[in-house]
């Protein structure tokens, strides 16, 4: 007995120390890491946890706010074809390589050969130079007033040029940046665990480690944190809101985000083609019961073509719901009687909630159709394979949302309205077509100077509005969910996440 | 003269059948219930308290009320009125694919039974690579192919019941074919047509029964799973499947909203089993 209660006494000394010391964290979610190559990610999620690795020249605040991060300065010409940046000195990569000019331009180059999921960020430059040991110049090849967005994305952050000689493009499995954490482990198709950076160049960094660890279903999620096996989760499914502000130990985190939702409308034929139409589409919307019962109350209703979280938004007067006024728009348009068209939606529970009030809500101005729901994939391949002149296209209305990761009003228009973005090249999926909506997006383009940008964006914005391409329903408001002694991790706008704060109090 | 007559009577096999059934409480139970669920679904529309489609924002996912015995859904509709159609859909389909699957199946089973040899191999090997696939995988792999909807659902569900009636109609005919009767029907220069439909078929009609009445149980849940992954019936048809898809993100926030379709899917496969039971137990000779 004595025995058993010293081996006892022994474990317990042993084990308390290293149980006080660690912080160690847990963050569930719903995706699964891809990829650790930041140059070679296409999902948010990845790239979220690449950013607690890696740093760019230029990064984003929670708010996604541009900040310089490995950058101190920059300075660009008038016409936006040439941007310099002035680097911060002294820092090194987790395997002690020096940060300079030219652990950039090795960066660069290797996005510029075009082989990596995120070359076109770099699609404008011409080239990059390295001026001195901490200066580079980017000279582009046309205007491109969004460029600092392009490098604060997390597609442009720079790996040790060491890692990349070493990893070729294994370097996807052992990212090595300037970051506040250091890459450990990662189970592919299970966690990604990342650790404390000791000699950060920012400061301490208050936890351990950090395991991103996939749970798919929400319920699950959800009971995981109810249960302390993970301090954060997200998304914190809307459906079970209740559940989770009924527990004391939980705090909600909400966001507004950058992801819009509306609805796609072919435009290039009829019955899209006719503006009026269009309009009596969003008059006969309501926005509100979608949000509350599709959405479960989380989003706000779209206020412009881009959300309001995004540089260069500015406001619109909301379309009110009025069914007089639609059906009136409608008989104007020669369809008193109503026609038929086909819903899209990925088969997702919320997007087919939404889809399935909207077809409700359009009956009212005969507006009617059956409603096909399909996996994200095939929804997206079939919206992609549209042709521009069809022969018999079938009038459909399709579940749309996008979400601007540069954070700037160009990401959040060209690829959706402009004519260039007809499918399959970008996703102008309605083959929305304007002269004056081309010209303005050129515009905020062809400067780099903000106040000629937000010029453009507002006259892009106050005109598009009312020519409506699309059914404009709502932008998503993020919600996670958090033990109450966890501070210091943030949902980013994009559906990313910023951890560097991260704290767990006792 | 009278005695004989009332002993013939009482021998026939319908008699016999339906003295047996009787004594299987839980099958007469489920014969009840069958015949009840069959009158709700053809009078759905006399039944049904409210309009199955009529959305009401303002009440959305209320709990069970006098107004609302099932409470309503996330837009509002009543969920009783809803079951009450849905029962029209999942009827029919049950009843349909099993009809269409025993048809074919059965066509084959005498066809491969009577015949033997290469058509025999070619039918029964072709049986064999469907039952290599457990039932939900094929149905949810054809209607992949063909497209989501109700009739695919009814196509699927079919080709998946039909190798089965195939065999179990093979293995009578093949006991049937050597027979003292269909020999001396053959002697008689009966053709080939009269003796597989009119001699061999009646006598596998008992099995055939049995196994129909099972496999509707069957069907209902898969056409309902099927919906339930979104493959089947779509919105907003009242389908039992598809209102449980539509309602398992609210567990624990509105569960009337799956406690109710659930129950009548459940409820409904339970009592077609019990029934088919009950008539094997009676129409079985095996089972005294």
């Not at chain 1, 991103?212 to 954060?232: C, D, I, K, T």
């Not at chain 1, 909400?254 to 589409?281: C, G, H, W």
């Not at chain 2, 319908?14 to 014969?31: E, N, V």
């Not at chain 2, 109700?150 to 005919?173: D, E, H, Q």
Request: proline content about 6%; hydrophobic content about 45%.
């Amino acid at each position: 007995m004595k025995r058993v209660i010293l081996t006892l006494l022994a474990l317990t000394l042993l084990a308390a120390p290293g149980y006080a010391g660690t912080k160690d964290i847990i963050y569930a979610s719903e995706s699964t890491a891809k990829s650790l190559d930041p140059h070679d990610t296409s999902d948010t999620y990845s790239g979220a946890i690449e950013r607690a690795i890696c740093q760019g020249l230029m990064g984003f605040d929670k708010d996604m706010n541009i900040i310089p991060l490995l950058a101190e300065s920059y300075t660009f010409n008038d016409a936006a074809t040439e941007f310099i940046f002035k680097l911060r000195q002294g820092i090194k990569f987790h395997d002690g390589t020096l940060f300079n000019a030219n652990a950039v331009k090795v960066n660069i180059d290797r996005m510029m050969t075009g082989k990596y999921k995120r070359s076109s960020l770099m699609k404008p430059v011409e080239s990059c130079q390295v001026i001195d040991d901490y200066t580079v110049r980017f000279s582009l090849k046309e205007p491109f007033g969004a460029f600092v967005n392009a490098i604060a994305h997390p597609g442009s952050l720079i790996l040790s040029p060491k890692s990349l000689e070493t990893y070729g493009d294994e370097v996807s499995k052992h990212p090595v940046g300037t970051g506040p954490y250091i890459f450990d482990e990662w189970v592919s198709g299970d966690h990604v665990r990342i650790k404390k950076n000791p000699d950060y160049w920012k400061g301490k960094v208050n936890v351990d480690s950090i395991t991103f660890r996939p749970v798919p279903e929400s319920g699950s999620r959800l009971a995981m944190l109810r249960a302390g096996q993970a301090h954060y989760i997200f998304p914190m499914p809307a459906e079970m809101i209740k559940v989770a502000e009924n527990d004391p130990k939980l705090d909600i985190i909400k966001q507004p985000s950058i992801i819009e939702r509306y609805l796609i409308m072919n435009t290039r034929y009829k019955p899209f083609a006719d503006v009026r139409v269009r309009q009596a589409v969003n008059y006969a919307l309501d926005k509100d019961s979608i949000i509350k019962i599709a959405w479960g109350g989380a989003a706000a209703e779209a206020d412009s073509i881009i959300p309001s979280n995004l540089q260069f938004y500015k406001k619109q007067a909301a379309w009110p719901l009025d069914i007089e006024k639609a059906k009136a728009l409608m008989k104007e348009a020669g369809y008193e009687k109503g026609f038929e068209v086909v819903f899209l939606t990925p088969n997702a529970s919320n997007r087919l909630r939404a889809t399935e009030m909207a077809q409700q809500q359009l009956a009212k101005i005969g507006i009617t159709g059956k409603i096909e729901s399909m996996d994200v994939a095939s929804f997206y391949n079939k919206l992609e394979g549209q042709k521009k002149d069809d022969a018999n296209p079938i009038p459909f209305i399709g579940f749309g949302g996008w979400s601007a990761s540069t954070g700037d009003a160009d990401w959040g228009t060209r690829p959706l309205i402009s004519t260039d973005a007809f499918p399959p090249a970008m996703s102008n999926f309605g083959f929305f077509s304007d002269k004056k909506v081309d010209d303005f997006i050129t515009a905020g383009l062809a400067s780099a100077s903000p106040d000629a940008r937000k010029k453009a964006y507002a006259d892009l914005q106050d005109y598009v509005w009312k020519q409506a391409p699309w059914g404009y329903l709502f932008v998503d408001t993020l919600m996670a969910a958090k033990v109450k002694n966890l501070k210091g991790i943030y949902p980013m706008p994009d559906g990313a996440f910023l951890v560097e704060d991260a704290e767990l109090t006792d | 003269m009278n005695k004989k007559i009332a002993i013939t009577q009482k021998k026939t096999p319908f008699s016999i059948f339906l003295h047996k059934f009787k004594q299987r409480k839980t099958a007469m139970i489920a014969g009840i219930f069958i015949v009840l669920l069959v009158l709700i679904a053809v009078f759905a529309p006399l039944v049904a308290p409210h309009d199955p489609f009529k959305v009401d924002y303002g009440s959305s996912m209320m709990p069970p009320s006098f107004e609302h015995p099932a409470g309503t859904d996330l837009y509002g509709r009543d969920i009783l009125s809803r079951i009450i159609y849905g029962s029209r859909i999942s009827l029919a389909v049950g009843f349909t694919s099993v009809f269409v699957g025993a048809l074919a199946g059965v066509t084959l089973g005498i066809i491969s039974g009577f015949f033997g040899g290469f058509l025999d191999g070619l039918i029964m090997r072709t049986s064999d690579v469907l039952f290599a696939f457990p039932g939900i995988l094929l149905a949810i792999a054809i209607v992949a192919i063909l497209g989501p909807g109700l009739v695919n659902v009814v196509v699927a569900v079919s080709l998946f019941s039909m190798p089965t009636f195939a065999r179990i109609v093979r293995g009578s005919t093949l006991a049937l074919k050597e027979s003292l009767y269909v020999r001396a029907a053959t002697s008689l220069g009966a053709s080939k047509k009269r003796l597989m439909f009119v001699h061999i078929l009646p006598g596998t009609l008992s099995s055939v029964i049995i196994y129909f009445t099972m496999r509707i149980g069957t069907s209902i849940i898969t056409a309902a799973s099927l919906s339930f992954l979104g493959l089947g019936a779509q919105p907003p048809t009242p389908e039992w499947g598809a209102m449980l898809a539509e309602s398992r993100d609210y567990i624990g926030v509105a569960d009337h909203m799956t406690i109710f379709p659930g129950a009548a899917i459940f409820l409904t496969v339970l009592f077609f089993n019990l029934f088919g039971d009950g008539l094997r137990a009676a129409l079985d000779p095996k089972t005294k």
